[in-house]
């Protein structure tokens, strides 16, 4: 099968793309609008863009007449957000947060998530959250689209890394006890599930190994 994207919609497109990009972590944003209202979404197109700064990234696609989503206007005017990784205890009230609340109604209150005072920055962090990271905007570009843009690509700096201390081990997080879920297609996701390890050999130990 063959598809050239340029001859069929987006959203067959689109659908191409989650089918074939997963699964794929979640980040739950929380950023607050211009009253001071807390607002907070999943987003499945999320990754890590650099370590020194830390760097991730998060793109919000934008509504079909183009208007940026609740998010995306909250972090282009506040220049900051909280990401949460979205784990098997967790990823419940997180999807609830997904309904098309109306922009005046914080989704935090109606789910009923609990908030903490950030350290680095104004918007507040979800208790519910085993991993959050602080984030300080160092980017936001307008991507895709033809008459407006498609989507708008969020790029963050972490300035605070909060990680529940039963993770945290020798400067590394345990991803069993994390117990993350990713998104897949259409309605479905999923854990870690079955792990395996695969070192990576050095020229020298390939040589050997090949011998």
């Known amino acids: ?6 001859k069929q919609p987006r959203q067959a497109n689109y659908k191409l793309l989650i089918g074939s990009v997963l ?6 944003v929380s950023s607050l609008n211009e009253a001071g209202k807390v607002n907070a979404a999943p987003f499945s197109f999320f990754t890590v863009v650099s370590t020194e700064p830390p760097l991730i990234s998060v793109t919000c696609m934008r509504k079909p007449d183009g208007q ?4 995306a206007r909250n972090i282009s005017q506040q220049k900051e957000f909280v990401v949460h990784v979205v784990d098997s205890e967790n990823v419940k009230l997180v999807n609830d947060t997904a309904t098309d609340f109306p922009p005046e109604i914080s989704e935090v209150d109606e789910v009923g998530f609990e908030l903490l005072p950030s350290v680095e920055i104004k918007t507040p962090r979800i208790a519910q959250s085993k991993v959050q990271m602080e984030c300080v905007l160092h980017q936001m570009i307008p991507m895709g689209g033809n008459q407006f843009p498609n989507a708008d690509l969020i790029i963050g700096e972490v300035v605070q890394f909060h990680i529940a ?4 081990h020798d400067g590394k997080i345990d991803t ?3 117990d ?12 870690v599930g079955e792990t395996f390890s ?6 020298n130990e390939w040589q050997e190994k090949e011998r």
Do not use: N, S
């Open 68 to 71: 940026m989503k609740d998010t």
């Open 180 to 191: 993350p879920v990713g998104r897949l297609a259409g309605t479905m996701y999923g854990t």
């Open 1 to 6: 099968m063959q598809i050239d994207p340029r």
């Open 165 to 168: 201390d039963e993770l945290y």
């Open 198 to 203: 695969m070192p990576r050999l050095t020229w």
């Open 176 to 178: 069993l006890k994390l």
């Open 23 to 28: 699964p794929r972590p979640i980040a739950f």
